[in-house]
């Protein structure tokens, strides 16, 4: 049954029909609704049995996920942003050991400066730590990927994050179905661990691995990852015919003959739709929604017939450029397609339809660089480096609270 | 697509009142989203929420800077936020004030804006009345609903129902039943 409810909201009751067993987690905006919700649930009876696990930080969080997943029972978390950094060396264990945890990164900036809004430079961080990911296009999907992010880490002993852009969707109020407890059920067995730390029979997991061996283990991994390209599509097909929700691995739309594809991850797909609707000219979108393990073959399936591919990240390196675009940009060696990176939407500033139909503008008059800011503010940028010009280097550090000035008070604009 | 924008300070419930809006229009059969744009939390600064009711899915995810209707929770942010900004010629201003336009010295709206379609209510004194407290945003979603005309009142006041325990739901009801006639009157007298 459709209802008007939170993605917050609608993820806690979601994860609590896949019955975790335990849930350590520390509140970080914009996560704390989720997993608030599942407290609340475990508090009274409606998801038992399960231990909820306040720690005192996110690499508690993490390492009691690890010892919990260990121990054989299927263990959900959820963080953001900092909480994320600060779980880092944690993630790389859990993926390490091969335990499916499954954990919700509702996607936010990382300071400094501080913000607390949505772009994807937290997961990004961390996307090569191991984990699967998998980005939510809208609270509809962010639902079934969780469902099928329990299976897929089970099924591959590999652990799952599912990231959801912060505040777009986890403070948003949409229709959204949540799978009944039957669906969920009949779709998700109980888990069943392959390994399981048992005081009468002690094992030792993520034991010292010397040169002799190391490459190997990571080979096994990278490999034992890859596998997640294979099964995804299989297992968000048994979600359909289960639910009626399709889950695609890669959504194509109006791919077909396009000259100019846009590709996005996460909830700007959307607006990225609706602004290719309204200019009507040729241009195509395609989302991801599994990132890690990268699906270079779809991609590049996917784009072949393209001109320009315009990858709009919300994150990116410093110092280089587009993060996606650079894996974009090696599925599709060999073809004669231009790569660009516009980076967008960094710590919450609205992605609108205008600014991207400007763009795409741009890029039609092939005056789009390979690599550009959306709606960055130059006025603000000269300023600074005028003055920074003009002032002895000692006496003038990088000072974010000048363009904060400059900026003009906050609150005061709409968008 | 319908398209609203409220503006207020954290604490008076803006953001709560924009997901109620989204709420009563889905029951009223629409589709519907709401979302807020928070600075950091805290009581007394600056909040904005949006809500757009529409018949087909919404995937935009824009703020809405095109509004066809603003709420003026708090009227104390009248200079200093640029509420109206994208304002349609065709739409609609409720603002929670016991002052006119005039009075407030906004009335230049009137030249752009149908007059009919630009209300203030004192939805402070009305919270005030029925709850025991200032919490006028419930209340503004039942002038809303009878200066727009685009969800029910009875909608409204299932989502309330559905959101609080039953004394604050029905406080919070009676509280819209009157802003409702209120701006009924205002705006067919």
Not at chain 1, 177 to 184: D, F, K, R, S, T
Request: net charge negative; hydrophobic share 45%; charged share 20%.
């Amino acid at each position: 049954m459709r209802r008007q409810i939170e993605g917050s909201r609608a993820i806690a009751e979601t994860v609590a029909r896949c019955r975790p067993g335990v849930v350590p987690a520390y509140p970080i905006t914009p996560q704390t609704h989720i997993v608030e919700g599942v407290g609340a649930m475990i508090k009274d009876g409606t998801l038992a049995p399960c231990e909820y696990i306040t720690v005192e930080s996110e690499f508690a969080a993490m390492s009691a996920a690890i010892g919990a997943s260990a121990a054989g029972a299927r263990t959900y978390t959820a963080t953001a942003s900092q909480g994320l950094l600060y779980m880092a060396e944690a993630l790389f264990n859990a993926s390490g050991m091969g335990l499916p945890v499954v954990m919700t990164v509702a996607n936010r900036a990382i300071g400094a400066p501080i913000n607390i809004w949505n772009d994807q430079s937290d997961s990004m961080s961390m996307r090569d730590c191991g984990w699967i990911q998998l980005y939510a296009e809208d609270n509809q999907a962010a639902v079934g990927l969780h469902v099928v992010a329990f299976r897929l880490a089970e099924a591959l002993s590999v652990p799952v994050m599912v990231c959801m852009d912060g505040f777009v969707l986890t403070h948003a109020f949409e229709p959204i179905e949540v799978p009944e407890q039957e669906q969920v059920d009949a779709y998700l067995p109980p888990y069943t661990p392959r390994q399981v730390l048992d005081p009468d029979e002690p094992v030792t997991i993520g034991a010292m691995v010397g040169p002799e061996a190391f490459t190997e283990v990571r080979y096994l991994a990278h490999h034992q990852m890859g596998r997640a390209i294979d099964l995804y599509p299989e297992l968000a097909d048994e979600y359909e015919t289960v639910t009626g929700h399709a889950l695609p691995m890669l959504t194509r739309y109006r791919v077909e003959g396009a000259r100019t594809v846009v590709v996005v991850l996460g909830s700007v797909a959307g607006t990225v739709k609706d602004a290719v609707d309204e200019l009507d000219d040729g241009t195509g979108v395609v989302t991801l929604a599994l990132y890690r393990p990268f699906p270079a073959l779809e991609v590049r399936a996917a784009l072949a017939g393209a001109e320009h591919v315009i990858v709009l990240e919300r994150a990116f390196a410093p110092g280089a450029g587009g993060i996606v675009a650079a894996d974009i940009g090696q599925a599709l060696a060999g073809l004669d397609i231009r790569v660009s990176t516009v980076v967008a939407g960094l710590g919450g500033r609205a992605v609108t339809i205008s600014s991207v139909k400007k763009m795409l503008g741009e890029a039609k008059e092939n005056r789009l660089p390979q690599l550009s800011f959306l709606d960055l503010r130059t006025d603000l940028i000269e300023r600074e480096l005028s003055r920074r010009d003009t002032t002895p280097h000692h006496k003038h550090p990088l000072h974010p609270q000048h363009l904060l000035r400059d900026a003009g008070a906050p609150g005061s604009r709409i968008g | 697509m319908f398209e609203v924008r409220m503006h207020g300070r954290g604490g008076q419930g803006v953001v709560t009142a924009a997901e109620l809006l989204s709420v009563a229009a889905f029951i009223d059969g629409h589709e519907a989203q709401a979302f807020p744009s928070f600075g950091s939390e805290r009581m007394g600064a600056p909040v904005m929420s949006f809500c757009r009711i529409d018949d087909e899915a919404i995937r935009v995810r824009e703020p809405v800077t095109s509004p066809d209707a603003v709420v003026v929770v708090d009227a104390s942010l009248l200079h200093h936020v640029e509420l109206f900004s994208g304002l349609a010629p065709h739409g609609y201003v409720l603002i929670n004030s016991t002052r006119s336009l005039e009075e407030l010295g906004i009335d230049e709206l009137t030249e752009r804006h149908e007059p009919d379609r630009l209300v203030t209510i004192d939805a402070t004194e009305i919270a005030r009345e029925f709850i025991g407290r200032p919490l006028p945003n419930v209340c503004l979603l039942g002038a809303f609903a009878a200066l727009t005309g685009t969800v029910k009142l009875e909608s409204i006041e299932a989502a309330v129902l559905d959101r609080f325990r039953a004394s604050v739901a029905d406080q919070n009801i009676q509280a819209a039943r009157a802003a409702y006639t209120a701006c009924q009157k205002v705006t067919h007298a």
